[in-house]
DNA sequence: TTGACATGGTTGCAAATGCAACCATATAGC
DNA sequence: GCTATATGGTTGCATTTGCAACCATGTCAA
């Protein structure tokens, strides 16, 4: 009878509740979906341009190849946010010294602003969702999707080296 | 001098490697991106068709309102994903006998064989992404998202109450 | 019964996205 | 220097999405 039974593992009956990535992504989008609000319909941003201005906002002036790096952001969508945000002069480009593909990038005092405002009302969204689980738990989970984002891009990467959505 | 400083409060400079909803977001897409491969390079499955598909699956025979009110999709985007499931005969409709405006959702033998198939793979890819936290982390884990969806809904709805992406 | 409003579901249309292909410059090998 | 390949960034095109408007049925109340 081998060793009997008790570890049937459950290689069937796929439970829906216990999956982390749909788990996270509905996570994401209950928390992302009422900040999006402020982005949203006051400034009449995208997500991800409001990534794009938090990322330079936050780590200063730097090119898109490094945004997509940090972020995780697939590059086109990089290249159309910040051309978005140049048109609403929120950012501006300048040619890299070094290497001429490149620019570097730099919020404008328009971009500051703006990036100074949606940093403070992020600020209090993030502490009502903290709110929520109490300092202690947040903290820990901060810390454990950093570890799931750092192990991200191992394995497999395709030509050229596509990533996120 | 009031009392002293030493309470600053983060009220300026915000933390993007701190903000939860970023976090949340990147974790989800690394997490769901590789598993994305299987429904999609396999079956030319989308996210969300994966997803009521997994719905159907894991709770049986439902309609497209159920769906989005548990899985907090939006409805328009399980519609389409319905409609597309149902031209690759993997879901049929019969209309409800207690209100001809619902449609009671089933999978067809072929759409329960898909569910095993993309369920077995989906379990299998879990369990790489728990093997990388640990048991009781990953547990702990899914138990913060799960309070964080729930709490999701709350405070305003817009008219006809939208949800998701 | 008859409105008035809520609800399940679909559709039109504009916007956002993914991916592959592309341009220009860099870099490495010869 | 010259070709082959890698890299920063943009663009074309097909798909997916969001949102509002819509249709049909249901419900509640006068």
């Not at 002069?89 to 919020?107: G, H, M």
Request: hydrophobic share 35%; with cysteine.
């Amino acid at each position: 009878m081998k060793f009997a039974e008790g570890r049937k593992i459950d290689t069937d009956g796929f439970d829906l509740e216990r999956f982390l990535p749909y788990l996270l992504n509905q996570a994401a989008e209950a928390t992302s979906r009422s900040f999006q609000e402020v982005y949203r319909t006051t400034y009449g941003m995208t997500r991800t341009q409001w990534r794009v201005l938090a990322n330079l906002g936050r780590f200063g002036a730097m090119t898109a190849r490094d945004i997509c790096r940090i972020s995780h952001i697939e590059k086109t969508k990089v290249s159309r946010a910040i051309a978005a945000l140049e048109r609403d002069n929120l950012v501006s480009r300048r040619e890299s010294k070094t290497d001429r593909r490149a620019e570097i990038l730099t919020l404008t005092p328009r971009g500051e602003e703006r990036f100074a405002e949606l940093g403070h009302r992020a600020i209090e969204h993030d502490r009502q969702v903290r709110a929520r689980l109490g300092p202690d738990v947040a903290e820990q989970l901060a810390s454990v999707l950093r570890m799931l984002i750092a192990d991200a891009g191992k394995s497999q990467s395709g030509p050229d080296d596509a990533q996120d959505q």
